[in-house]
């Protein structure tokens, strides 16, 4: 199993930037897509970001130009990089990691984090 551990939310000012780390545990982590979700009061969760091993990250429209995802496969990290912070970006964001494995029948294993609290608030 594995397991993502969440650091680096708290209170941000309108217009400035967060850090948010993502820590796996467990090996196989180059196999892994990994992912940044928020989910804000009264709306469901979304995508913000996710990336493969290799290939371009994929953004939510509402974060293109001001997030960026990025990992380290040697040190099982995935970071999401956010600026030009705005009141909308508050939420409880989640660390995502999904494989696939094809079997007889493909299986999915899909893992969160505990989440970690961003509030954009002057």
């Known amino acids: 199993q594995v397991q993502l551990v969440e650091s680096g939310g708290g209170l941000v000012q309108p217009g400035g930037s967060a850090r948010l780390s993502c820590t796996a545990s467990?090996?196989?982590?180059?196999?892994?897509?990994m992912g940044w979700y928020r989910q804000a009061p009264g709306k469901q969760r979304e995508l913000v970001a996710k990336?493969?091993?290799?290939?371009?990250?994929d953004y939510a429209d509402s974060v293109k130009g001001r997030f960026a995802i990025f990992r380290d496969n040697s040190k099982n990290i995935v970071i999401l990089q956010m600026n030009s912070l705005k009141s909308e970006d508050t939420a409880v964001y989640y660390c995502?990691?999904?494989?696939?494995?094809?079997?007889?029948?493909?299986?999915?294993?899909?893992?969160w984090g505990q989440g970690t609290q961003v509030t954009v608030s002057s």
């Open positions: 990336i493969g091993s290799v290939g371009t990250p």
């Open positions: 995502n990691g999904v494989r696939r494995i094809q079997m007889r029948d493909p299986v999915y294993f899909d893992y």
């Open positions: 467990g090996n196989s982590f180059n196999f892994y897509i």
